[in-house]
């Protein structure tokens, strides 16, 4: 079953904004049926949001 926006804020308070939280369900899908591997998706998409959330690039 694919993630959504709002499943975001359970795997990571990074997820701060709209934008961060469709990031990461569009990354953790996208991983998720590249690999297989769910705890993958979810790490390399909890990666991507800390790297941009970080950056200061939270729209």
Known sequence: ??????DAE???HKAT???LKE???KIA???LERTG???RAIREAN???AA???EGRWS
């Open 1 to 6: 079953m694919p993630w959504t926006p709002d």
């Open 47 to 49: 990666a991507v949001v």
């Open 17 to 19: 904004t709209t934008a």
């Open 37 to 39: 591997d769910e705890a």
């Open 23 to 25: 990031l990461w369900a």
């Open 10 to 12: 359970r795997h990571t």
């Open 52 to 54: 941009r959330h970080a």
């Open 29 to 31: 899908n996208e991983r």
